[in-house]
């Protein structure tokens, strides 16, 4: 500091800093000012830096509060898919979704189809990741555990209250749809946060079963189509008809360890990809 520089309260500045809620700056202006001192900086960019500084810390902030409430499956990114074992789902595609531009705004929905194990929930959950990144907030929920939620708020009189508090979620992941229990009470809930988001906010659906079959989640035919249509009028859908994920890695760890895989062990691990959606594809 200049000699003819005026003596700084820091203690007082620390406080004036609380109270206008700038915790980054507090932290680091003795560093800044220090810097400046020395480097002669004009005062513009001393004020310019130190913003930039705030900004970034809040939205640092942002992200990480933004990621705690999202109960995204852990280990999920779009680098660790394997999109050579998915031929059919672009990268570029994907990536371009990833970017929430021109789909969330309008509260268009993403539909993932495919048997167990094809990485149904992992791209699910990897979109969003990135979106969370980019500054979207996203719930990530399997199904059958929002709706019974849903059910209890439904006892309560506060269902409308439930939905519209996901309403602060641009994107509501919906994971294993076709797993809901075929119950009228279940699946009218189900219905009405459907209804609900249509055209306001976006859902990601991820099904075993494609329409046709959705006969067995909604048993009132009138309630299934009115629900197909109201996800698929915007929607962007990918049908991805791959063997097992999980079912390829256990035949590839036995042909490495040398022994060729057995019948027994093909029916075990089919058994597995349909009751492994307790777990993350």
């Known amino acids: 500091m200049s000699r003819n520089a005026p003596a700084i309260d820091a203690q007082r500045l620390s406080l004036i800093l609380n109270d206008l809620r700038l915790p980054a700056i507090k932290l680091i202006w003795p560093d800044f000012t220090t810097r400046a001192d020395k480097?002669?900086?004009?005062?513009?960019?001393?004020?310019?830096?130190?913003?930039?500084?705030?900004?970034?810390?809040?939205?640092?902030?942002?992200i990480e509060r933004?990621?705690?409430?999202?109960?995204?499956?852990?280990?999920?990114?779009?680098?660790?898919?394997?999109?050579?074992?998915?031929?059919?789902?672009?990268?570029?595609?994907?990536?371009?979704l990833c970017s929430g531009d021109g789909w969330l705004e309008k509260g268009a929905?993403?539909?993932?189809?495919?048997?167990?194990?094809?990485?149904k929930t992992h791209l699910a959950a990897a979109i969003g990741l990135a979106l969370i990144e980019t500054g979207w907030r996203v719930l990530f929920?399997?199904?059958?555990?929002?709706?019974?939620?849903?059910q209890v708020a439904?006892?309560?009189?506060?269902?409308?209250?439930?939905?519209?508090?996901?309403?602060?979620y641009h994107l509501l992941i919906l994971d294993d749809l076709a797993y809901v229990t075929k119950d009228q009470a279940e699946t009218s809930v189900l219905f009405e946060l459907i209804s609900a988001r249509y055209e306001r906010r976006s859902t990601l659906i991820t099904a075993n079963q494609p329409f046709g079959e959705w006969n067995r989640v909604f048993p009132d035919p009138a309630m299934t189509l009115a629900a197909v249509d109201r996800l698929v009028h915007h929607a962007t859908i990918f049908e991805m008809n791959v063997e097992s994920y999980r079912r390829r890695s256990a035949i590839q760890r036995q042909s490495r360890a040398g022994r060729p895989p057995t019948f027994a062990t093909i029916k075990s691990n089919e058994e597995m990809s349909r009751s492994d959606n307790q777990t993350c594809e």
Do not use: Y
């Open 39 to 62: 480097e002669g900086w004009p005062g513009a960019r001393l004020l310019a830096a130190l913003a930039e500084h705030e900004i970034a810390e809040r939205d640092r902030r942002r």
């Open 66 to 96: 933004h990621l705690g409430e999202a109960r995204l499956p852990p280990g999920k990114t779009l680098d660790s898919f394997a999109f050579d074992a998915v031929p059919m789902i672009s990268r570029a595609r994907v990536t371009a």
């Open 109 to 119: 929905n993403l539909i993932f189809f495919g048997p167990p194990g094809g990485g």
């Open 141 to 150: 929920a399997r199904t059958s555990d929002l709706v019974q939620k849903l």
């Open 154 to 168: 439904r006892r309560e009189l506060a269902l409308e209250a439930a939905i519209a508090k996901l309403d602060k």
